[in-house]
Each structure stands twice: as C-alpha cells, then as structure tokens.
C-alpha cells in the first residue's frame, strides 16, 4: 500500500493518525520516503524527532526508508551517514530532485489533442528513474513486502439478500479513488456481481443494477461518451430506477458540470441538477449518513464527503433521501438526490456499515 505518510511542519512532521491505526492493524513492514529539500543536517533533525514521536509498536514496523527530491550524492551520503548514527533504520537509496516534474493539473488530461504532450515529463522522469540502476533498492522493498505475514481475516457469513439480482459494477480507471470495498460488499452478501469492464464490452444490458463507483467523473466522461452501448445500459437503468451513482461520478450525471476551469459541460441529464469539480484535493470529510424517511432503516452510513464535489440543487425539483453529518461538527447537509428509485450521491458510501439500508437501495 502507497500512502501520503503527512506532512512537514518547521522541524516536525504531521503524521495521518489513521495511516498509523492501519499499519498497527496489517503489522506490516513501513518504509516512509522522506523528502529531503534543504540542507541534509535539517532534513536528518527531522526524521530523527519523527523516530522518538512514534510509538513503539509503530516504531518496531519501520523496517527502512528512502528519500526524495535530494539535490546531489554528497547530500544523500551526508543523509545516509547521520540516519545510520542515531537510527537503527536501513536507507535504501533517493530520487534525485532534477526527475522530479511538476503533476499535469487533470484538467489538461481530457483534450486529447493535448494530454500526450502534458504527459511527457513525467514519463521522461520515469524512465530517467527505471535507468538509474540501485539509485533506490527496489528489490531490498519487494522483499520486504514479500515478508509481511499474510494478513488473515476470519470470513464472516452473511445472509443473501437476493442472489438472483445481477449487479453490474463499471470499471475505469477513473472510477477507482473509492478502492473496490464496496464491491466486495456485494460479492460477501453473494449478489451476482457483473464487472462492466470498458475493453472487454461485455453484454452491459444483462443486468438488473448498475453501481457507478467514486472517481473523477469528468475522466470518466472522456470515454462514456464513445461508448454507446454502455450509455443505453446506464439510461435504461435509470428509468427502472436501479442506478447507484456515488462521489465524484456524480456531477456529470446532472444537467451539466462545471470544471476547476469554469468551463460548462453538458451533462448526462440523468438527474436534474448541476455539478461542480473544485481542484482535486485529497481531502476527504468523514461523515454520517442518515435517512430522512423515519420508515427505512433506523442505523447511520459512515462514508466520506470529498472536498472537491459539490451538487448544486437550487432551481431543481429532486428529493433528498439522506442528512449527512461531518464528524465532529454540526455541520449538516441533505444528499441520496433520488429520481424515481435512480439515485445520485455526492458522497462515497461505505456499504458494510449499513447492510440493511443497502438491501433497501437496491430493491
């Protein structure tokens, strides 16, 4: 697993609290990369205060660490040199800072005409790096990998709700920012879960529920548009009412989106509002999800509001099936914008909080 460890503050280091819970909980091998901008004495102070702040069972799961954006070899040997005088901590190498380029804002990726070119530097730096024989030790961090214990879940049973009802999940890769949790759900509670891969164009009418996952919608759209028989499928499932579309899938199925740019696009039109992409961030809010309706299931979602999505309903007529509520704070909004049975959340759910509500969803 890849994760943003946190972030730098003067000489300390922020770290993602829950980042350090999954890492106690998978008692897997961690390897932070640490970015290494100024001087390598201020550089070494920080990651040495970083060691003595982490608690030991955290600490015992450090097995090494790299570096990133070092300028030269002299500061890296200087890095290598003070962390292997005061830690304990193996360093397998850095990434220059020249083969860093700056990330092609997404919004450059939808022109075709012109996303190859957008692309270029970071495809040079990657080949620049794949060149760079042992400048990062690659297999020392595979086998390092490779010697985590299995991580051993006992396999609960869980009741079939309909196992008759074949559910198909889209994949893309721009739909893929939620992780595949929530399809997992399906195949545990033994639906009949149909891929809806884009290159194998597989029959997309041979379902009876259509789950559109969290993602960047506006990437997604790119490719929707040329696919016909996938959009047939997606229409035909919203006038039966058996569509799920969640998180960032969600502005482009209003009557239009708005991009970080300000430019308009038409939208899908399935549900009557407007979307709006704010730049991408990775700030995601936790949340709890009740429904507004005293008549279905009395227990809360849990799922996540994403900083950069926003559904604007003023001016349209559509029924909001759930309150969202941020941990921690009172603040509240409605949401599960519902036309018929179709409905469209801004919101990445997770379905194993509330099986019961999920049943109800889907029937």
């Given amino acids: 697993m890849f ?4 972030k730098a503050e003067d000489e ?3 770290v993602n609290p829950d980042l350090l819970v999954i890492g106690e909980q998978l008692q897997c091998p961690i390897i932070p990369i640490f970015t290494s901008k100024g001087s390598s004495a201020f550089t070494a102070r920080r990651i040495i205060k970083f060691s003595r702040d982490l608690s030991n069972p955290i600490h015992e799961l450090v097995a090494a660490i790299a570096f990133t954006s070092v300028p030269n070899p002299r500061e890296y040997q200087l890095l290598e040199i003070s ?3 005061d830690l304990p901590w193996t360093t397998l ?3 220059p800072s020249f083969i860093l380029k700056e990330k092609p804002k997404l919004i450059s990726l939808i022109d075709r005409s ?3 070119q957008c692309l270029l530097p970071i495809k040079t730096s990657a080949a620049r790096l ?6 990062v030790e690659w297999e020392v961090i595979v086998a390092h990998a490779r010697s985590a214990p299995p991580f051993g879940v006992k396999v609960l049973e869980h009741d079939a709700y309909n196992q008759s009802c074949r559910i198909g999940v889209i994949h893309h890769p721009a739909l893929v920012l939620g992780g595949d949790n929530n399809e997992k759900f399906f ?12 290159k194998d164009k597989i029959a997309y009418n041979d379902v009876n529920f259509i789950y559109v996952p969290h993602g960047m919608g506006y990437m997604f759209m790119v490719d929707l548009i040329d696919n016909v028989s996938l959009m047939e499928a997606l229409a035909a499932s919203r006038f039966k009412g058996k569509l799920f579309v969640e998180g960032g899938a969600s502005p482009i199925f209003g009557e239009v989106f708005h991009l970080p740019n300000e430019s308009t696009i038409k939208g899908l039109s399935f549900f009557p509002y407007e979307g709006r992409y704010k730049e991408f961030s990775s700030t995601c809010h936790k949340v709890h999800v009740e429904n507004i309706s005293s008549e279905s299931s009395e227990k809360a979602f849990r799922g996540y509001c994403p900083s950069w999505v926003l559904l604007e309903l003023k001016g349209f007529d559509c029924i909001s099936t759930w309150i969202a509520k941020k941990v921690g704070s009172q603040t509240s909004a409605e949401d599960g914008w519902r036309v018929g049975n179709a409905v469209a959340s801004s ?4 379905f194993w909080s509330n099986p019961e509500a999920i049943d109800e969803l889907l029937n």
């Avoid at 994760?3 to 946190?6: E, I, P, Q």
């Avoid at 794949?130 to 400048?135: G, H, L, S, V």
């Fill in 3 to 6: 994760a943003s460890l946190g």
């Fill in 12 to 14: 300390d280091i922020a």
């Fill in 83 to 85: 962390i292997g005088r």
């Fill in 93 to 95: 190498g850095y990434i």
């Fill in 114 to 116: 012109s996303s190859s």
């Fill in 130 to 135: 794949i060149a760079m024989e042992r400048q």
């Fill in 187 to 198: 195949e545990a509670h033994r639906f009949n879960v149909i891929p809806l891969d884009f």
């Fill in 347 to 350: 919101l990445k759910l997770e």
